[in-house]
Each structure stands twice: as C-alpha cells, then as structure tokens.
C-alpha cells in the first residue's frame, strides 16, 4: 500500500461522542443524528462514538448542529471529540469529498441561541514552534465574542454555541492552512446545573 504523506490529502473527520444526562439519552442521542442533514459527510455510528469525513466545512456544520440539536432539548448535555486534518496515515476512502461548500445546517443553527462551556486543545503536529502556532489561535480568540481563559492543557470558552464552534473552526482552519497535520480535541457542555 502506498504511504501518504502530509500534506496529499486534505480529507477532514471528526470522531465525537454525546453524552445527553437525561433518562433520554439514547432518544436524543439518535434523533440528533438523525435530524440534522449529514448528507455531505460519510458518517459511521457505534455503541462508542460517530465518526464523520468529509471537507472541513462540513465536519463542522454537522458537528456543531448535531451538539445543538442535543442542547435544545433542555436537557444537560455534554459532546466530546477530536477533529483531525492531513493524517498521513489515513486513508482515502470512507469520505464525501465532491460535494460543494455549501453547507446544510447553517440556517438550522444560527437560529438556536444557546450558552455553553467548552475546552479545547489544539496540536499542530510535527512542528518544534507548535507553540508560537497554539498562541497565535488563542489571541485570535479573543476577538469572536466568547469569553477565552486559560486552563491547564487546554484553552476555555464560554459563551453562544455558535460562537464557540466558530473560534474552534477558525482556529482549526487557520493552523491547517500552514501545518499539514493538525488536531484538535474538544469538550462543550450545555444546560449544566453546576455552577463554575
Ligand atoms: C454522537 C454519538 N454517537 C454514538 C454514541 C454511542 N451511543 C451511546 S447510546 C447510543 C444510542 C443507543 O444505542 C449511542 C449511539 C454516542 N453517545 N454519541
């Protein structure tokens, strides 16, 4: 089999798991799956986790709906996962890259105003000034209208779901567009009863 290296290859996945607190989980957990518009992504679903491929824009459209989906039932619900670009290990298949850009959820979400908790961390693989990479996003953060702190192994915000999927998106995109391998993990909550 021939080895890709970083670089050949900008398929884009996510593999993610909800965790909806309520008796309900598995209900909310299928019909968010079910509901929002996953057509321009090839997606696998196990007792796990739901792993998508496809463009980046896409990951992120149907990720940040399918949290959304979740949190606008009410009900506290958490969503976990790694966002990955330019594995030189992956492989080819199992992805919907010939689809356009135009994105499916957009509409959906940007109408859902919904407060939320996330940490996130990014790791621009391969590179010894992954530092200088990591702290220029985290700056650029601050200007997205969500609240930016620090914490250990990861950089915290709170504010609308939309906002928050944005600063991530962009972060990603933006180191992407300069490390050819790049991942990121994240963990938002909504509807928490606990207080900070
Ligand atoms: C995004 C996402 N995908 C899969 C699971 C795993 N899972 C746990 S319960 C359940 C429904 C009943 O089988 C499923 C699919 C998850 N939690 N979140």
Redo the contacts with the bound molecule.
Sequence with gaps: MMRMRCGDSRIAGCQ????PMSDN??TI??T??KEVDTSKVWKD??????CIRGKLVHVFDVTRA?FLHAAKTGEHAA?SGTYSIGCPGDSSGDVLMSETDVVLNQQNSQSIRQQASCKFALYPMGREDYMDTIYEQIDLSQSQGVKVSGSHYATRLDGDVNDIFRTMEEAFENVQSKVSHVTMTFTISANSPSTK
């Design positions: 993610f798991t909800l965790f989980f598995a957990i299928l968010a799956l679903t196990d007792d796990v986790s739901t399918i969503m």
